[in-house]
C-alpha cells in the first residue's frame, strides 16, 4: 500500500534529522494518512478512500465529497477517486 494520498497526491518527503552534535542523517516525512469512508451524496454510499487529515479537513470545508471531486485537478487524483468523480457525474447528467 503506498504512502499516497488518494485525493490530494501528498506523498513521502525526504530530510535529514540534525542531532545536537550537528550531525546529519537522511529520514522520511511521512503524510498523516487515514482510512475514511466518505458518504456521497449523489450516489447515496458510502466511498473508502485513504486520505490525509488535511485533505479531509478541505473535504469538509468544501461542502462534502461530491463538491470537492467536482473541484479537483484529474490529475492529482488516484485511479479510485477518477472512478468515483465519473460515476457523480454520471449520476447527475441522468438526474
Known amino acids: 500500500m503506498s ?5 490530494t497526491g501528498k506523498g513521502p518527503m525526504t530530510g535529514n534529522n540534525v ?3 550537528n550531525n ?3 529520514r522520511r516525512f511521512l503524510p498523516n494518512l487515514n482510512d475514511v469512508t466518505l458518504q ?3 450516489l447515496n454510499r ?5 486520505i490525509s ?13 461530491d463538491a470537492y471531486l ?17 460515476e457523480i457525474l454520471k449520476a447527475q447528467a441522468s438526474a
Do not use: F, P
Open 19 to 21: 542531532s545536537h552534535a
Open 46 to 50: 458510502g466511498i473508502k478512500l485513504r
Open 3 to 7: 504512502r499516497v494520498c488518494e485525493l
Open 24 to 26: 546529519k542523517t537522511k
Open 40 to 42: 456521497s451524496e449523489t
Open 70 to 86: 467536482m473541484k479537483a485537478k484529474d490529475g492529482e487524483l488516484s485511479a479510485n477517486a477518477l472512478k468515483v468523480k465519473k
Open 53 to 65: 487529515a488535511s485533505a479531509l479537513r478541505s473535504v469538509d470545508h468544501r461542502g462534502g465529497l
